[in-house]
Structure formats: C-alpha cells, structure tokens
C-alpha cells in the first residue's frame, strides 16, 4: 500500500545516492502514511515525513515508467510490476520484505519490527548497489560493518 517498506526503500535510496539516482516508491493501493516509518527512519537520519503514497497507475499517469530497474517488495506488487512493464526493456528485482504492521504488541514491539525490516532494506540495498559510488557513511549501520 505503499505506506511502509516502499518508503523506506525510497528514503534509503534517495539519503544515499542523492542526486545520482531517480528513485520513487508505489504501491498496489494508496495507503495512509505510517508515522512508525517516520520514528524508525529518523533514528538513522532519514526524513520520511513529506511521503505521499501513490499507486502503480499513478506512478505511470504521472511519470511514465521509465524505469531501468524495479524493485518490489510484496508478491502482489511484483506480479503487477511485472503486468505492467512487459513490454518495456526494465530489470525486475522481488526483494520478499515482511510487513512490520502485522506485528502485535506494545508500542516498542511494533517498533522493533519496522526496525527489523528497515535494516533488512538497508543490507539489501548495500549489497545490491555497491560499487555505484553511494554515500553510505551518513547511516550509523553502515558505518559500523564497512
């Protein structure tokens, strides 16, 4: 729904390659914005507080799919990025990513599962663009394993 993983994906990306890379987030539907991605990602120095979530047709409507490279993140928005690039000369990557929303308990155990999934975000995207000149020494992690 284009309210958690994606955008945190998206604020991963745009924190570390800046300019270098056009990057942007949708999803199947239009979700509402989270503010636990606000509270994890902010402990890393990543705003994602002026997130709009919006959809595939919208991305499409509104900046064609020119893309080089998708990634997905759920088995529905994959199926539809698929559906919806078939005819185009794009990579398609399915990176499975739990939905921290699902997780049950106190305010902290929430937290720790959108934290869960932001780091699994921030190892994958280390490893898959690595070597694309990224600034990953402005994320605490990232400084800790180089």
Known sequence: MNS???????????????????????????????????????????DTSRHKPKTFDELEELEGLNFDLVITLSPEAHHRAIEMTRTLSVEIEY????EPDQQAGSREQCLAAYREVRDLLLHRIRARFVGQQPDFRNIPEFRQSS
């Open 4 to 46: 958690i993983r994606s955008p945190m994906a998206e604020g991963i990306l745009r924190h570390v390659f800046r300019r270098l890379m056009y990057v942007t987030s949708a999803g199947i539907l239009k979700g509402t914005h989270d503010p636990f991605v606000d509270v994890v990602m902010a402990e890393i120095g990543i």
């Open 95 to 98: 990176w499975p990513t739990p």
